[in-house]
């Protein structure tokens, strides 16, 4: 039996329906009774939280294969490490856990947090697949596509640096495939990116075609970035995780195109012209 956690997030939910739509038949973990109550068909729901570890016991019963991500919060270290010694108790034979691009080598921000569940993971000695992916290109509408409807413009404080974004579903159907066989996967440690590196300005020039209204990207100094996400509400670890993020985007080590996903899946991921083309109205005022 698999237990899928974080079956309400983005990336959890992808990976939910993504094992359904390969026949399995998962356990998947939510937070509250309202979440649960909205599970897909073919899912058997189970409340847990991390923060309880009572409530991880009972949700592991009977699991065998564990996906394990959390959300980009300052408790992820505490949080997944409690799952981990959770899973151990349970006698999980197998986790796949969550990471992130820069987990190996980047030690600040998100991946630095990352960093220390894997090797909390590679302590545990439960046998276990690593799944580091480069940035989601639905972060494109989360986070720029607002000034875009309203000023035809995103801004940030990245340079001419290069992103081989990916889209998420493409990184649930990798883990959906690890899922349904993990074995085959056992102790691999999978770096996920997209089919091709792209600039912001070129993001900004694909924007504009396929909405037909001009939109720009602007260069800002990365102190007036933090400003300015301190002003929309954003906490101050947050805006300092992703400018420390948006530093590594800068060294270039994110700008990696290989053929990962295609030979996991047997597919090639999608495109980013085909993701704007299918949220082109999120741009639009």
Known sequence: MILITGASGLAGGQVLAHALAQGLTPKAMYRTAQEAAQAPAGATPVIADYANPPTL????EGIETVYLVCGPIPQLVNYETAMLTACKNAGVRHIVLNSALGAGDWPKSF????????????????AHTIIRPNGFMQNIVTYNAQTIRTQHAFYAAMGDAKTSLIDVRDVAA?????????????????????????????IAARITRVTGTPVSY????????????????????????????????????CATVDETVASVTGRPPRTLD???EEN??????
């Open 57 to 60: 016991q009972a949700a592991l």
């Open 111 to 126: 991946p630095s947090w990352h960093h220390q569940v894997e090797q909390n993971l590679a302590a545990s000695g439960i």
């Open 218 to 253: 602007v260069e800002i100094p990365e102190e007036a970035q933090r400003q300015a996400m301190l002003g929309a509400g954003m906490p101050e670890w947050q805006v300092t995780a992703i400018l420390e993020l948006q530093e590594y985007y800068r060294t270039g080590r």
């Open 274 to 276: 085909a993701y704007l």
């Open 280 to 285: 082109a109205a999120a741009f639009k005022g």
């Open 174 to 202: 990798v883990i959906a495939a690890i899922l349904a066989n993990p074995s085959r996967h056992a102790g691999r440690t999978y770096e996920l990116n997209g089919p091709e590196a792209v600039t912001n300005a070129e």
